[in-house]
């Protein structure tokens, strides 16, 4: 509790700011057919809109890193608060298809200002002991905010359907007040000036990528590139999905979409050590990757309320435990590139939020049943990859 209430309560108010930047990142997602409806939209691009701020939010977070170590932290936090309100407030007074890519790529920026720079505040103000309760507060609240943020969206657009967003908006602006007159900034003029003169030379991103491909934790990338891939597939056309074929409202998206996402946390928080002690991590890779992928496409043949919540929760549960179990992988592959992987599962990720939400898009302009058709047979071929991965990596430990 005195890490929380430390320094004028500053992670209680880093984890508001970041739970509110994620909160507003998933308020979109039920609502986004009755939008598609009313602007004419087709599904190709609600992909590009979704896959928008994922690219603003790419581009944008080595530069933001960068800045905040030049300016300080709470100077980027600010911004990218600033920045993100104006954009939920762009979204809810949109009536043109330009505005709203506008505010999506604006709430990417703005995302991108914030996420690193919280991060990076969390481990200035934390002590090595301290460090990992730390980050696990902020990475509670990124979780929380993912899960809330659809919920919340379903449930206040029964008030209007652009009401979710200037909710969000006037809860950002709040924060961004509170951060001003409450968060003290984390870094001295001192500490600034050697931080800008040790990161001078930073390898960009493009060449980390390349690089990435000759590693032999190359594999476990590609798995959080097809995992990503998959699941915004998935949750991009869930929406239109439902809409078209059941009828669904904002509310019933919202509602299927919050208790898949709350149980697959639940049974992240709770089982998941036991799982991968007791299975290990390359049967678990694979178990998870064939069980979405069966479900997923599962859910083009179920034709009923609860039929969606069962196959949903199913693909939330393999999801929530594939990806931690990459990333435990991936750490014990790294050995002492822990910082540079770390980096790369964070690219891999946010390309595969780019490219799902695109071909998604585009797929269900041809028939509704394609994106999770081509979902299902990504993630069937990438189980196949980690079976061979492990069957080779066991020939070389015997």
């Not at 002991?129 to 509670?140: D, F, P, Q, S, V």
């Not at 969606?308 to 939330?316: A, P």
């Amino acid at each position: 509790m005195s890490l929380l209430l430390r320094n004028r309560g500053a992670m209680l108010l880093l984890m508001l700011n970041i739970f509110l930047a994620f909160t507003g990142i998933g308020l979109v997602v039920p609502i986004m057919p009755t939008y598609m409806n009313e602007l004419h939209m087709s599904g190709q691009v609600v992909g590009l809109l979704v896959a928008a701020f994922s690219l603003a939010q790419l581009v944008i977070s080595p530069f933001a890193g960068r800045l905040s170590d030049a300016i300080g932290r709470k100077k980027v936090i600010v911004a990218g608060l600033i920045i993100f309100s104006f954009s939920e407030l762009l979204f809810g007074l949109a009536n043109e298809t330009w505005i709203l890519f506008a505010s999506r790529m604006l709430g990417g920026i703005g995302a991108a200002l914030i996420m690193p720079a919280v991060m990076a505040y969390t481990a200035d103000t934390t002590s090595v002991e301290e460090r990992a309760k730390g980050m696990g507060y902020i990475n509670a609240a990124i979780t929380t905010g993912f899960i809330i943020g659809p919920g919340l969206g379903g449930y206040i657009a029964e008030f209007g359907i652009r009401i979710p967003f200037f909710f969000a908006a006037g809860a950002a602006a709040v924060a961004a007040l509170l951060t001003i007159a409450i968060l003290p900034e984390s870094l001295t003029v001192e500490q600034r000036k050697e931080m800008q003169a040790s990161t001078g030379n930073k390898e960009s991103l493009v060449m980390q990528l390349v690089r990435s491909y000759r590693e032999p934790y190359f594999l476990g990338l590609v798995i959080v590139f097809v995992l990503s891939f998959g699941l915004a597939n998935y949750e991009t056309v869930f929406g239109l999905f439902v809409d078209h074929k059941f009828g669904f409202t904002p509310k019933d998206i919202a509602f299927v979409i919050t208790f898949g996402s709350i149980a697959g946390a639940v049974v992240q928080v709770t089982f998941f050590g036991w799982i991968l002690n007791r299975f290990g991590e390359n049967k678990v890779i694979s178990s998870c990757l064939l069980i979405a992928g069966l479900f997923i496409l599962l859910t083009l043949f179920v034709n009923s309320f609860w039929a969606i919540i069962v196959v949903t929760f199913i693909v939330f549960f393999a999801t929530d435990i594939l990806r931690p179990a990459v990333s435990t992988q991936l750490s014990k592959l790294a050995g002492e590139k822990q910082g540079f992987v770390a980096g790369m599962n964070s690219a891999y990720t946010s390309l595969g939020n780019i490219a799902g939400p695109v071909i998604a898009g585009y797929l269900f302009d041809l028939n509704i049943n394609y994106p999770y058709m081509a979902a299902a047979l990504v993630l069937g071929l990438c189980c196949v990859l980690s079976l061979g991965s492990g069957r080779k990596r066991l020939r070389q430990q015997g």
